[in-house]
């Protein structure tokens, strides 16, 4: 099963230019999530999408557009980058609710996608 | 809002030896959820371990156990037997029982090395 896919992987932009990263999942999962990576700051929530149709911000939400095509696939657009979105994003899926069980509640992540910005 | 703190950004331990990594959380909530996840270099996020915040007993997961002090908000991950396979980057985070998506406040993140 491919789970949750990323693209690009690797992406270098300059100061002002736009990009979206494609996130698709195959696991009928109805929520799902962006995050970038920082070192020494751990993993930031930027938007999430609790069910299809739905979107809400959530830690760190400025200079970022999101887009929940349809179940499968959530995306995140950059319209105007800046040296301070270069980071590692990765796109998560979930069921809605927590469910029972050890893993219950357990975030499926992508391989990331590391962005730069000029 | 709530937050989760991971103070140590570096750990090494011995190959078979056991190492415990710290997380301290802060919330004014009585029911939630932890979770450590494991980062190795190939950067994919692995789910370790989950602890409910109503359990008192602490999980475990084969080399891999929990001590959850909820007073404390302390929720520190034991791996016994460290094997060279653990060498990764160590994620503690924090979901509230409120709510339907699965939103994780992460912590700094722990490296952890495993000597040979």
């Known amino acids: 099963n491919a789970g949750v896919t990323q693209t690009p992987k690797f992406q270098v932009l300059k100061t002002g230019q736009s990009m979206t990263l494609q996130c698709a999942q195959d696991m009928n999962h109805n929520s799902m999530y962006w995050y970038r990576q920082d070192p020494g700051m751990g993993l930031r929530l930027i938007y999430y999408?609790?069910?299809?149709?739905?979107?809400d911000k959530g830690e760190v939400p400025n200079g970022y557009n999101v887009s929940r095509l349809n179940k499968r696939e959530f995306s995140l657009r950059l319209e105007s980058a800046a040296p301070s979105q270069t980071s590692v994003y990765f796109c998560?899926?979930?069921?809605?609710?927590?469910?029972?069980?050890?893993?219950?509640?357990?975030?499926?992540f992508g391989e990331g996608s590391r962005l730069t910005v000029l | 809002a709530q937050t989760v703190t991971q103070s140590q950004p570096e750990m090494s331990v011995q190959e078979a030896e056991t190492v415990t990594l710290s997380c301290t959380y802060d919330t004014s909530e009585s029911d939630y959820y932890l979770f450590w996840y494991k980062q190795p270099p190939s950067r994919q996020m692995i789910l370790v371990i989950r602890?409910?915040?109503?359990?008192?007993q602490n999980a475990t997961e084969n080399r891999f156990s929990v001590n959850f002090q909820k007073a404390a908000k302390s929720f520190s991950l034991k791996i016994s037997d460290s094997q060279l396979g653990d060498a990764a980057m160590y994620f503690c985070?924090?979901?509230?029982?409120?709510?339907?998506?699965?939103?994780?406040?992460f912590g700094q993140g722990t490296r952890l090395t495993i000597n040979p």
């Open positions: 998560a899926s979930s069921e809605a609710y927590l469910l029972g069980g050890p893993r219950g509640g357990e975030l499926f």
């Open positions: 999408s609790a069910s299809e149709g739905t979107t």
């Open positions: 985070a924090y979901r509230s029982a409120r709510g339907g998506a699965q939103k994780l406040v």
């Open positions: 602890q409910e915040a109503y359990k008192q």
